[in-house]
């Protein structure tokens, strides 16, 4: 019969037994003075928290908790429902009994734990799971805190895509790549055309709505393996590697062409209608060898003064 634990199970430690901390691992004096049954358990957390420890990411602790849950045959089969987006993991295999958890710490919802067996579960084992997922809390909240700061250091909040400072980060990166193994780099500048009279039109929070779904555009338009920032203002990088010029221009028409099929009701237009529906003119460079990253953004961004002097809704790169 499947067993459930329900879930806003007991797993907060604060929660659980108000001052007593129930994954707190038994130290000195005391883990010596501990019946052999618990320092075989506080051999077993510690080794999970070995594992855990300095991971600042939350995938790699929900693999981590599984490989230690299937280690000890705790588990065949786990996944973990991350909070936000609601992404869920899977490992191991399906199995007919589980035990599920909402895991909450300190009234920071930290994603559902569900785990499954072939056999039943017994109390300990209930016990070791509920103490290990304790520590697994603690690192995930870490690991969440970290990812949200690192996401504000390098995201542009507005439309999602990287901010400049990551932009700078990853064009030495990219351009170290290049170098060290002679593969082809292409930069595209890009600027939305006469946002001034969009964002006067729509006003400011409809010209950000714009704004945003141009830059879904770009995701769309793109491979994965492209990086895409918002430069500032109306003006975007698209930095894409293993790409030569002919590759470039190519992405650069797709993404002038899913511009245009997008409608104007999309756009949040209005009665402005398609007077207003906005183009971009981009700028293309191609990695050429001694370069570095301001002499790539250089050229692009030069190509780009060249599209807009052509009238507008042009690609210009060096060939
Ligand atoms: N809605 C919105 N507008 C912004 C944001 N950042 C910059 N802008 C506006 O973007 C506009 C950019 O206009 P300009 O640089 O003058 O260029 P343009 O009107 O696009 O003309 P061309 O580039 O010459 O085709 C300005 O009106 C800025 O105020 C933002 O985050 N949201």
């Known amino acids: 019969m499947k067993k459930v634990i329900p879930l806003h199970s007991k797993l907060d ?28 358990g506080a051999e077993q957390q510690l080794l999970l928290m070995q594992r855990l420890i300095g991971s600042n990411n939350v995938d790699t602790i929900a693999s981590m908790f599984f490989s230690w849950c299937s280690d000890l045959g705790l ?11 609601g992404a869920e993991l899977r490992f191991g295999t399906r199995r007919h009994h589980s035990a599920n958890y909402t895991l909450t710490l300190d009234s920071m919802e930290l994603g559902r734990v569900s785990l499954c067996r072939r056999e039943r579960f017994s109390e300990s084992e209930l016990l070791s799971i509920e103490q290990a ?36 980060k990853w064009i030495e990166r990219e351009l170290s790549r290049t170098r060290r193994h002679n593969s082809p780099l292409a930069l ?61 221009r190519e992405a650069a028409k797709q ?16 009665e402005h209608g398609e007077g207003l529906r906005p183009d971009v003119s981009i700028g293309i460079a191609s990695y050429h ?31």
């Open 255 to 270: 993404i002038r062409a899913n511009l245009k099929r997008i409608s104007s009701e999309d756009f949040g237009l209005g």
């Open 133 to 168: 997922l304790g520590t697994v809390a603690r690192c995930l909240r870490a690991a969440i805190e970290y990812q949200t700061l690192e996401s504000m250091v390098n995201q542009d909040s507005l439309t999602g895509l990287g901010n400049r400072l990551s932009l700078h």
């Open 13 to 40: 430690p604060e929660t659980r037994s108000p001052g007593h901390t129930a994954t707190a691992l038994p130290t000195g004096e005391a883990l010596a003075n501990l019946p052999g049954r618990w320092s075989d």
């Open 188 to 248: 595209m500048m890009i600027d939305v055309d006469h946002f001034k009279k969009i964002n006067d039109r729509l006003g400011h929070l409809g010209g950000d709505h714009v704004l945003r779904t141009i830059a879904n555009v770009f995701k769309r338009s793109t491979r994965g393996s492209d990086l895409l920032f918002r430069y500032g203002g109306d003006e975007f990088t698209i930095l894409l590697p293993h790409t030569d010029l002919p590759g470039a």
């Open 75 to 85: 588990a065949d089969g786990m996944t973990y429902e991350a909070v936000g987006d």
């Open 289 to 319: 060898a001694g370069d570095t990253e301001s002499t790539l953004l250089q050229r692009a961004d030069t190509h780009l003064y060249h599209a807009k002097a052509n009238g507008r809704g042009a690609i210009c790169s060096n060939v």
